[in-house]
């Protein structure tokens, strides 16, 4: 188990999104170990954050009225390479509020080929959120992960490599790269241009699903050109293997990284369907 942290926190307002967020840094006197990184943080717009060196995360906190004591951490998409924070991110926290469900954005540090970085920011994150869960009226047997792409990669490590103290108890996997294959710019970007084979093999996530992986709702579509659907179906299929409680959602059309974006189709309407499966197992407010 970790050293205890005591979390450093902000009040802030930002652009992104008309409710409060309150910024939680991971490590108070910075983290043990540098990604190499020297550029400069950078937002570009409001939705695209490049250069992640500081790890952190922005709280959304549901109604009291409505609040069910469950937990989401959001780990943004972007390739390893950067985070699309709106659509991915803020939008995604404001809709779990709506549902009574308290949401944490996560700012993962950029892993430069450090594999180990994002995985070691996403349980510090999962372990923060339990350690102050009374403060945050939050139940500890009630906190998820929910990832998209290469974000959904980094969930659905989590939920395959954890301690008791950061073992999500469900999982939402949106469009995520799962196998890592070599020439992929997100295994690139993870594992560097020479991954060994014991690296493919450790963050490829179907080759790591056991017993004890939490249930696990699955977002994809067919039509998706940047991140094979195959990647899902070889996740739910190691589940099944395992007879882990899961769901997999798979529409026709709709692409990659439709994240929260309206666009007049069907994967519009992900989100009432996932709505659907949190309300079925006690996790979601009607």
């Given at each position: 188990m970790r050293k205890s942290i005591i979390?450093?926190?902000?009040?802030?307002?930002?652009?992104?999104?008309?409710?409060?967020?309150?910024?939680?840094?991971?490590?108070?006197?910075?983290?043990?170990?540098?990604?190499?990184?020297?550029?400069?943080?950078?937002?570009?717009?409001?939705?695209?954050?490049?250069?992640?060196?500081?790890?952190?995360?922005?709280?959304?906190?549901?109604?009291?009225?409505?609040?069910?004591?469950?937990?989401?951490?959001?780990?943004?998409?972007?390739?390893?390479?950067?985070?699309?924070?709106?659509?991915?991110?803020?939008?995604?926290?404001?809709?779990?509020?709506?549902?009574?469900?308290?949401?944490?954005?996560?700012?993962?540090?950029?892993?430069?080929?450090?594999?180990?970085?994002?995985?070691?920011?996403?349980?510090?994150?999962?372990?923060?959120?339990?350690?102050?869960?009374?403060?945050?009226?939050?139940?500890?047997?009630?906190?998820?992960?929910?990832?998209f792409s290469a974000g959904g990669h980094l969930a659905s490590v989590v939920g395959t490599c954890f301690d008791k103290e950061n073992r999500p108890d469900f999982m939402v996997l949106i469009y995520p790269v799962i196998m890592m294959t070599l020439g992929d710019g997100t295994c690139r970007n993870l594992l560097g241009e020479n991954p060994t084979d014991q690296q493919l093999k450790k963050f490829s996530t179907n080759l790591q699903v056991s017993k004890t992986t939490p249930p696990t709702f699955i977002v994809a579509a067919i039509d998706d050109d940047v991140v094979s659907i195959e990647h899902s179906y070889k996740f739910y299929q190691a589940l099944q293997e395992q007879h882990i409680l899961s769901e997999i959602l798979a529409f026709q059309s709709g692409g990659h990284s439709f994240g929260m974006k309206k666009r007049g189709l069907e994967t519009d309407n992900w989100t009432e369907i996932l709505h659907s499966w949190l309300k079925k197992n006690k996790w979601a407010a009607e």
């Open positions: 979390p450093l926190i902000t009040i802030l307002l930002t652009g992104l999104c008309s409710y409060a967020q309150i910024e939680i840094k991971l490590y108070n006197n910075g983290a043990e170990e540098n990604n190499g990184i020297i550029e400069k943080e950078e937002l570009h717009g409001t939705s695209w954050v490049t250069n992640v060196t500081e790890a952190r995360m922005y709280a959304y906190f549901a109604p009291k009225d409505i609040n069910t004591g469950t937990a989401v951490l959001i780990c943004p998409g972007g390739g390893y390479g950067g985070l699309a924070v709106e659509h991915e991110g803020s939008m995604v926290a404001s809709w779990l509020n709506s549902i009574g469900i308290s949401a944490f954005v996560l700012y993962y540090r950029m892993p430069n080929f450090h594999s180990e970085i994002p995985l070691k920011d996403a349980q510090t994150a999962i372990e923060l959120i339990r350690s102050n869960s009374a403060k945050w009226s939050i139940d500890t047997i009630r906190v998820g992960i929910l990832g």
